[in-house]
């Protein structure tokens, strides 16, 4: 079994209707499976018209530094997302082999059309939404972490709503600063909120995702 292929419009808005519900691929936990799905799939999405999909790259693309040591089984992918037997057997993954006779082509075109239909028929769901554990690293022990988290406070973006803060010890008399977000999926993009924090050189020498869920 082996993952669609996502140069395809159609696989690829199935996947982000897979994500609509979902943070990761398989678990609670970014796992071998996003990894396999996030090299398969070749370069960014289009975010207007995947926006679980472009949220979930941006998320799994935080953690390329340590894919290689991320748990899981990347063949679990491939299973997952196995759709053949969704919305009434609509064979959307079904390869495209050349041998298929044209009244077999004609039917699967046929139910993929009435599948975009019936999706397009649903309209606009609810607003998606991430709740995301944002940390930001000082210097070093002298920074001023009032001022540090005065700053980042003071970004700006549509979608985005600050929430409870604390400082977390990292050694050596150095904190850093754990603050919690939630961001419209659509609207903020946390690799530039991740470029916003990062200008704030006085206070900030980096930032990080620690954790990312959807609401």
Request: aromatic share 8%; hydrophobic share 40%; charged share 35%.
């Amino acid at each position: 079994m082996s993952l669609p292929d996502f140069s395809n419009a159609d696989n690829l808005a199935k996947f982000d209707e897979f994500l609509s519900s979902k943070s990761y691929v398989d678990g609670h936990e970014a796992s071998q499976a996003d990894v396999a799905v996030y090299e398969a799939i070749k370069g960014s999405v289009d975010a207007t018209k995947y926006p679980n999909v472009s949220r979930w790259q941006e998320h799994i693309k935080s953690y390329e530094a340590e894919h290689a040591g991320l748990t899981g089984d990347k063949a679990k992918a491939a299973e997952l997302l196995n759709f053949g037997a969704a919305e009434e057997d609509v064979d959307l993954f079904g390869s495209d082999d050349e041998e298929e006779d044209a009244e077999a082509a004609r039917i699967k075109a046929e139910r993929v059309k009435e599948y975009e239909a019936r999706k397009a028929a649903k309209g606009p769901g609810p607003v998606a939404k991430s709740v995301v554990t944002f940390e930001v690293k000082p210097w070093d022990d002298e920074t001023n972490m009032e001022e540090l988290e005065k700053e980042v406070r003071a970004i700006e973006m549509d979608g985005l709503v600050w929430g409870a803060s604390k400082l977390v010890p990292i050694g050596y008399g150095v904190n850093k600063l754990q603050i919690t977000i939630v961001v419209e999926d659509d609207k903020v993009s946390m690799d530039e909120l991740q470029e916003r924090v990062q200008e704030i050189e006085d206070y900030v020498q980096s930032s990080d995702i620690a954790a990312m869920q959807k609401l």
